[in-house]
């Protein structure tokens, strides 16, 4: 995270860099993750691709795009990074970039950047900003930044873990790398099933000790909150694919010889619908600008737009679904993968009431009802 900078107003705005990083990752997904993919790979219960994921982390370098080049990645920041997670929210994609090139990444960051520690980190650190290695940390999907890490011998709810090459563990003296192998990975049976849970069991594995306690209690909260600030650009890209398409398929749908979306009733939803969108870009790209920047402001960013997006991107899916009417009930229409995502997503990393909460305490104002 760079030096901290708080006289500066944050950039909204995508730079040409951001803009052919979205067209790339665009392409590849329309190439080789569209959305009939995603359904055919739930039917058959493997929705995960390791193919596209190495063309995603490693070939295009994405994986590393919050590493320093010093420490073995692109040296890209969190705005970068948040345009990979807007295009991975638009397609639904089951990859474990949230979980593995943010939030793991983060917390292997810490250690790796603070004088003195071990080398083991800045190793992990290089193979998971490579693409070389996919790194999870053993904690619920649910957990909030500033939440204690889980100390006990089995973490439920813990989101890609089936498709770790290494678990980042937490026990009450500190934080082990320990291979998956060496774990007892236990699936469960998720509402989104582009975002796999499992219970992760590792009692008895050695694994890696990375940091001590009080070491690793930071460096998970700084990894839970580059995790919580950037989900909000993966809500945003969920909002903005149910907007276009809930538009797209009112102009087309026609009813009593006009299409069903000059309705004016449909008309004002759908215009309540993009102002909610707009306002969700600039909250999502505030918090990842305030991440990139190091802002002494950032856990107010992040609050505010996890508290906001998360409404956003389940409303955007709702009206999605309501819109297609009778086909947007269906298992072939790929509405409900987006409903089940925002779902998940708002209570993922803290769920909205508690960024509210966050964000009284930071300003100082009674906690809300």
């Known amino acids: 995270m760079s030096t901290s900078n708080t006289n500066t107003q944050p950039d909204l705005l995508y730079s040409d860099a951001e803009d052919d990083l979205r067209a790339a990752v665009r392409a590849l997904l329309a190439d080789r993750a569209d959305l009939q993919a995603t359904l055919t790979g739930m039917e058959t219960g493997n929705p995960y691709d390791p193919a596209l994921w190495r063309s ?35 397609a639904v994609t089951p990859a474990p970039y949230l ?17 003195g520690r071990g080398d083991a980190a800045a190793e992990l650190l290089a193979d998971t900003a490579a693409g070389r290695t996919v790194t999870v940390l053993a904690v619920p999907l649910s957990a909030a930044p500033g939440a204690e890490p889980p100390t006990g011998p089995a973490v439920s709810a813990v989101a890609d873990a089936q498709f770790a090459d290494v678990l980042l563990v ?20 998720p509402l989104d099933l582009t975002r796999p849970l499992a219970t992760v069991t ?28 950037l989900l909000a650009s993966e809500q945003l890209g969920v909002a903005e694919w149910c907007l276009e398409e809930a538009v797209r398929y009112t102009r087309e749908r026609y ?40 802002s002494d402001d950032a856990a107010l960013s992040v609050s505010v737009a996890q508290a906001f997006c998360s409404r956003v991107a389940v409303h955007a899916a709702e009206e999605c679904v309501q819109l297609h009417a009778g086909i947007g009930m269906t298992w ?16 993922a990393l803290g769920t909205p009431g508690r960024h509210k909460e966050v964000l009284a305490e930071l300003v100082g104002l009674p906690a809300p009802r």
Not at 63 to 76: H, R, T
Not at 99 to 115: D, H, M, P, R, Y
Not at 177 to 187: E, K
């Open 255 to 294: 009813q009593f010889n006009r299409p069903v979306g000059s309705f004016q009733a449909l008309k004002h939803r759908m215009a309540r619908l993009w102002l909610d969108v707009v306002s969700a870009r600039a909250a999502a790209r505030s918090a990842a600008d305030a991440l990139a920047t190091g």
């Open 99 to 115: 979980t593995s090139s943010v939030i793991a990444t983060e917390t292997l960051l810490a250690l790796a950047e603070g004088a």
């Open 332 to 347: 072939e229409h790929p509405a409900h993968l987006y409903l089940k995502r925002a779902k998940t997503d708002e209570l």
């Open 170 to 189: 937490t026990r009450t003296d500190g934080l082990y790398a320990v291979p998956r192998t060496d774990a007892g990975v236990t699936p469960q049976l």
């Open 56 to 90: 995603l982390a490693a070939e295009m370098g994405a994986a590393g795009l919050l590493v320093p080049e010093k420490l073995g990645g692109q040296g890209a920041s969190h705005r970068e990074a948040a345009v990979v997670l807007e295009e991975l929210g638009r």
């Open 202 to 229: 590792a009692e008895g594995a050695a694994g890696t000790r990375l940091a001590d306690a009080a070491t690793a209690r930071a460096a998970v909260h700084r990894g839970l909150l580059a995790g919580a600030g």
